[in-house]
């Protein structure tokens, strides 16, 4: 109180025209960035505590990353909407989801039923998805329909490899000998792994030219394929005295990996 007027000197220095001073401690400036890049001479005659300055930095961080996280959302948002207009096939499907297409054409090889081998062949024909028609072409050499060859034959032209693959694997389970005029010309491919498919399936086929392809990569020390090759040895089931000699040389190679396949082989034949 000011003893002359009995006036409280708030009310005196409001009087005489002074700004009113920020009284609260919690008041925040409305560019808190400003206000904190600013010197201290041009801030306001009653600066916010060392509490309130950490939140108004505090707030000034938050906005930072609401503002970068807002803009990486309306990008990725964008390339959304790019594909959806550029792939619209990618966007929606018309011939339902490929993961249960998939699934469901699996199943069908599983329980080995005969009257899913017109859908798998319509599969393994049409579908645009290579993995619906490499499980396609696996069910049908597990149901094991001789109907299918004629499909299996034609799916060794597909683009794919996988489709390839499957397809040969297929022939060689059910075993129909028709397509080895097909599958010769495939044992010139410049793909090892296709090459070493075919000849399996010719040895399974009784073909002796798949199975001295399959020998002539048994002893080719470079081919990435011997052990494979080896163990189609098994699956053809040629227990010949010239094979079983060619197995017994094979378990003093130098390859661990090749000393295994061989005695497995061995064991599968009858001899320890």
């Not at 683009?159 to 694997?169: G, S």
């Not at 792994?193 to 009784?206: D, F, M, P, Q």
């Not at 227990?239 to 396949?261: C, G, H, M, P, Q």
């Amino acid at each position: 109180m000011d003893p002359n007027s009995g006036r409280s000197i708030r009310g005196k220095f409001l009087k005489e025209g002074n700004p009113k001073p920020q009284w609260n401690r919690r008041y925040l400036p409305q560019d808190p960035e400003d206000y904190i890049s600013t010197t201290r001479a041009n801030r306001n005659i009653f600066p916010p505590s060392s509490r309130t300055r950490k939140r108004l930095e505090g707030t000034t961080q938050t906005i930072h990353l609401a503002t970068t996280s807002s803009i990486i959302f309306l990008l990725l948002l964008l390339i959304f909407c790019l594909m959806v207009i550029v792939c619209p096939a990618w966007a929606q499907d018309p011939e339902g989801n490929r993961w249960q297409r998939r699934e469901a054409i699996r199943n069908l090889g599983v329980k080995k039923d005969r009257e899913g081998v017109s859908e798998l062949i319509h599969s393994l024909k049409n579908d645009r998805d290579d993995n619906v028609r490499a499980f396609a072409a696996l069910s049908l050499g597990k149901i094991k329909d001789k109907s299918s060859v004629g499909a299996l034959i034609e799916a060794l032209n597909d683009e794919r490899l996988v489709v390839k693959i499957e397809a040969i694997r297929a022939l060689g389970e059910i075993g129909e000998s028709q397509a080895i005029p097909t599958l010769l010309p495939l044992m010139e491919n410049s793909n090892p792994r296709l090459r070493y498919e075919v000849a399996s399936c010719l040895g399974k086929l009784g073909n002796k030219e798949g199975l001295d392809a399959l020998l002539e990569e048994i002893e080719n020390v470079e081919s990435p394929l011997r052990v494979e090759a080896i163990l189609a040895l098994r699956d053809i089931g040629d227990d010949s005295t010239a094979i079983l000699n060619i197995l017994r040389d094979l378990k003093y190679d130098e390859n661990e990996r090749i000393v295994a396949a061989a005695k497995l082989v061995l064991e599968y034949f009858g001899e320890e």
